[in-house]
């Protein structure tokens, strides 16, 4: 299998056509969905097994969750007309001080639920016209219209569903 491109070295320059982000939305949705099927069955000694320094498998599931706060925020600079959007704390520091570990996985994939559910719902509420605004990426400095950003997010998402896998086969 050929090395997986660290997420800071992924680039976002191609426009995704607003018109589809039904499919977006729907992609969205059902992370929740695959990561419950992914870690269904783990025991919490796999699921809590950090690998070096790096996160374990549960870690990497809350994180998906730390992050919607930062979404949803981003959405609201869509929405308020900002012409950056807000950056992401690339240290990861609420992940961190989350111990994600600590907590029972059911409260960690729920919470993910929940907050996922929030954007979800936003979207589908959302004006067509939302679809088109545009704003900075403040990392990648590049423009990214809504349905841009839904697709930034939906690659993180299975980023770390991609990462979890090869920590469920590293364990077998």
């Known amino acids: 299998m050929t090395a997986r491109i660290p997420w800071t070295e992924r680039k976002f320059d191609s426009l995704i056509p607003s018109g589809l982000h039904p499919e977006l939305i729907e992609r969205l949705r059902g992370t929740p969905a695959r990561l419950e099927e992914l870690v269904k069955d783990v025991p919490v000694v796999v699921a809590t097994l950090r690998d070096g320094s790096r996160w374990s498998i549960q870690e990497n599931a809350g994180h998906l969750s730390d992050l919607e706060e930062l979404w949803l925020g981003r959405l609201d600079d869509y929405s308020n007309?900002?012409?950056?959007?807000?950056?992401?704390?690339?240290?990861?520091?609420?992940?961190?001080?989350?111990?994600?570990?600590?907590?029972?996985?059911?409260?960690?994939?729920?919470?993910?639920?929940?907050?996922?559910?929030?954007?979800?719902?936003?979207?589908?509420?959302?004006?067509?016209?939302?679809?088109?605004?545009?704003?900075?990426?403040?990392?990648?400095?590049?423009?990214?219209?809504?349905?841009?950003?839904?697709?930034?997010?939906?690659e993180h998402d299975d980023y770390h569903l991609a990462r979890i896998s090869e920590l469920l086969r590293a364990s077998r």
């Open 81 to 154: 007309g900002l012409a950056i959007l807000r950056p992401a704390d690339m240290t990861n520091r609420r992940t961190t001080e989350a111990n994600h570990n600590a907590r029972p996985m059911n409260l960690v994939l729920a919470a993910f639920r929940l907050s996922r559910l929030a954007m979800i719902t936003r979207l589908e509420t959302s004006d067509a016209s939302f679809f088109d605004l545009s704003a900075l990426h403040p990392r990648l400095k590049t423009q990214m219209r809504v349905p841009d950003f839904l697709f930034f997010i939906a």
